[in-house]
């Protein structure tokens, strides 16, 4: 059980918007920056959104990410069926000793 | 151009040992923190280690503390996963990735190793 929480899935139909939440505690989501990622199986994961809000360079603006309090969303608008993936999010987490968490992932399916 | 490559993936039976490299190449590794992420088949991606640029700071994730160990050599711009006593639920896609964009999250991936654990 993943200690940030993610919906298993989503769906929507292509050029409509979704939403990705991440629930986290004070020691994770609270207090530290929060990452997404979109991941097809046996590929290398790609970075979304950083820092809670940027997006890397080659990132369209169809994707954006919010933070609020111990909770972070991810926004994917105008969907494509190229958007159908498994999406990550990921923070560090500092209790006890500093490691870093991964929310358990949630599969967008376009319909 | 930025290219991280691993390597030392295979079949190996319960309680041996593997150990995994992660190459790099395009960047000055030696500034960049290195971390091991793995997807065992059918679950999430699971952070396994990190190790600063200058082998000053290591973590591991619980489930692989005190079984896995995380180094480097900058002059060879490799960072390594030594893993012992491998167990099946070990099995997984490993993959090494580097914060080079920001600190806090992981922008540069290589294209990953499967380890498979199994007698």
């Given at each position: ?39 097809l ?14 997006r ?12 609020s ?43 | ?40 088949p ?6 396994v ?7 000053g ?63």
């Amino acid at each position: 059980q993943s200690v940030l929480t993610q919906p298993p899935s989503v769906s929507a139909a292509p050029g409509q918007k979704v939403t990705i939440s991440c629930s986290g505690s004070i020691s994770n989501i609270g207090n530290n920056f929060v990452s997404w990622y979109q991941h097809l199986p046996g590929t290398a994961p790609k970075l979304l959104i950083y820092d809670n809000t940027k997006r890397p360079s080659g990132i369209p603006d169809r994707f954006s990410g919010s933070k609020s309090g111990t909770s972070a969303t991810l926004g994917i608008t105008g969907l494509r069926t190229g958007d159908e993936a498994d999406y990550y999010c990921g923070t560090w987490d500092s209790s006890l000793s500093a490691t870093w968490v991964f929310g358990g992932g949630t599969h967008l399916t376009v319909l | 151009e930025v290219n991280l490559v691993e390597s030392g993936g295979g079949l190996v039976q319960p309680g041996r040992s593997l150990r995994l490299t992660c190459a790099a190449s395009g960047f000055r590794l030696e500034d960049y923190a290195i971390s091991w992420v793995r997807q065992p088949p059918g679950r999430g991606l699971e952070w396994v280690s990190a190790i600063s640029g200058d082998s000053g700071r290591t973590g591991y994730a619980g489930s692989v503390k005190g079984r896995f160990t995380i180094s480097r050599d900058n002059a060879k711009k490799s960072v390594y996963l030594q893993m012992d006593s491998l167990k099946p639920e070990d099995t997984a896609f490993y993959y090494c990735t580097s914060p080079r964009l920001a600190p806090n999250s992981f922008d540069t991936w290589g294209q990953g190793t499967m380890v498979t654990v199994s007698s």
